[in-house]
């Protein structure tokens, strides 16, 4: 199981920046995907998840500002990220979850905002 995780970088305060997860090893379109990102010297936190239905789920820190959605069809689910603040600036996990034994990970992409 592999997901690669691209789109982060460096951007201003109140840019944007679209983070894409491409899952390959697992039948995606019945996973629950997510994004989690992780602050220096904070724990990991949920950013959004999707399931396969499509229903969303927000961080009260990111809602209105972010956007999750999957592409099946490519096996890839996307973090479109509007608005940023330099409080946004974390490594950014992507993460598929079908069962409690069946849990990945991506190796993180960084996110900076600068202000």
């Known amino acids: 199981v592999q997901l690669v995780e691209s789109g982060g970088g460096l951007v201003q305060a109140g840019g944007s920046l679209r983070l894409s997860c491409a899952a390959s090893?697992?039948?995606?379109?019945?996973?629950?995907m997510g994004w989690y990102r992780q602050a220096p010297g904070k724990e990991r936190e949920l950013v959004a998840t999707i399931t396969s239905g499509g229903t969303t789920n927000y961080a009260s820190s990111v809602k209105g500002r972010f956007t999750i959605f999957r592409d099946n069809a490519k096996n890839t689910v996307y973090l479109q990220m509007n608005s940023l603040k330099s409080e946004d600036t974390a490594v950014y996990y992507c993460?598929?979850?079908?069962?409690?034994?069946?849990?990945?990970w991506g190796q993180g992409t960084q996110v900076t905002v600068s202000s």
């Open positions: 993460n598929s979850h079908f069962s409690s034994s069946s849990v990945y």
């Open positions: 090893g697992i039948t995606f379109n019945v996973y629950t």
